[in-house]
C-alpha cells in the first residue's frame, strides 16, 4: 500500500503544476469533493467539468505546513496564494481531509479562507 502522505503531495503538486487529471488519477471513480461553503462535486467527471472552470488561470501556490496521517485519513493545511478570475492575487490559508479506500482518495473536504488585506483589517477598504 502507498504511503498516504506521499499521495498527498503528489496531489498539491498535481494543483501547482495545473495538472487536474494527475489528481484524479489518484481518486475512485465515485471520489466525492466537498469544498465548504460552495457545495460537493461527486465524480471525476462532475470534478472535472467543474475544474474546467478555472482552465487559463494561473494555478495556486502552497505552502504545507502539515500532512497528518492515520488509517484512512489524511489531513493537510497550510497557506497558498492565487488569483482570482480578475487577475488579483489574494493569500489564503487551507485545510484539506482526506479519506482513501486504498491507494485512492474516496472523498475530500477543502476549507479555504481568504486572508484579509491591510485595509480590510484596519476598516479603511472601500465600500
Known amino acids: 500500500m502507498a504511503n498516504k502522505k506521499e499521495i498527498v503531495e503528489k496531489i ?31 465524480g471525476k467527471k462532475a470534478i472535472r467539468e467543474w475544474m474546467s472552470q478555472m482552465e487559463g488561470m494561473e494555478p495556486p501556490r502552497f505552502t504545507v505546513d502539515k500532512i497528518i496521517a492515520e488509517n484512512d485519513s489524511v489531513v493537510c493545511f497550510g497557506d497558498m496564494t492565487m488569483k482570482d478570475d ?8 487551507y485545510c484539506d481531509a482526506y479519506r482513501f479506500d486504498g491507494d485512492k482518495v474516496a472523498e475530500l473536504k477543502s476549507f479555504v479562507v481568504k486572508h484579509k488585506t491591510e485595509a480590510e483589517r484596519s476598516g479603511t477598504a472601500a465600500a
Do not use: I, R
Open 12 to 42: 498539491n503538486q498535481s494543483f501547482t503544476d495545473g495538472k487536474p487529471e494527475d489528481f484524479l488519477s489518484h481518486c475512485t471513480e465515485d471520489v466525492a469533493w466537498t469544498m465548504a461553503g460552495e457545495g460537493t462535486q461527486k
Open 86 to 93: 480578475k487577475g488579483v492575487e489574494g493569500k489564503y490559508s
